[in-house]
C-alpha cells in the first residue's frame, strides 16, 4: 500500500489525514510532510488548503518546492486542494506569488468571494456516478486550461478540478466531509 504525505507546513492538513484514515484500507499509512527528507519516504502527496502566499514561501526557503517539482517530475501524484491546487498552477491572476508550476492551468483567487462567503454545494465530477459535496472556502477557479489538462469537475459552469497526468487539482475541501471518493480514487493514480 502507499505511504500517503501530506504537506503540513500550514492548513487543514489534518483533516486529510483524518479522511485517509476513514479509508480502513490495511497497511495504508498517511503521514505529515514538512522537510525534503520527509518527503522521500512517501509515495504520492497532498497539498492542503491554507494561505498560498505564506506556505508558498516557506517552500520555496526550504527547499520543499524544488523536492516536490523534481518529484513530480519523475511521475509522483501530487495533489492540491483550495491553497494547495493554487501553489501547483503555473500562473495566478492578478499575482505574482511562488508556484511550483506543475499544473498547466491559470487560477484566479478567491473567485466565488472573501470568506463569508464559504459555502457548500454538490460538484459532479467526471466518472463519478454521484456527485460530491464541494466545500469551496475562498476557493479558486481555473481559467486557463492548459495543454493535457482535462477538466474534470465544474461548478455553474467554473472549473473546479482538474487533472494533469499524475496531477490533480480541486478548488474546494472534500477532507472536510464525510465522503472519501476522491482520497480513495488519488490511491490509483
Known sequence: MPVVGVIAVQGDFEKHIEAIGRLKIPDLDAREVRTPEELQRVDRVIIPGGESTTVGLLMERYGLGAALKELAKKGMPIWGTCMG????AKQVEDRKQYTLDLLDITIQRNAFGAQVHSFEDEVKLAGMKDPVVGVFIRAPIVTRLGKGV??????????????????LGTSFHPELTEDTRLHEWFLTF
Open 150 to 167: 482535462e477538466p474534470i469537475g465544474k461548478y455553474r459552469g467554473k472549473v473546479v478540478a482538474v487533472r494533469q497526468g499524475n496531477l
Open 85 to 88: 491546487m493554487i501553489l501547483m
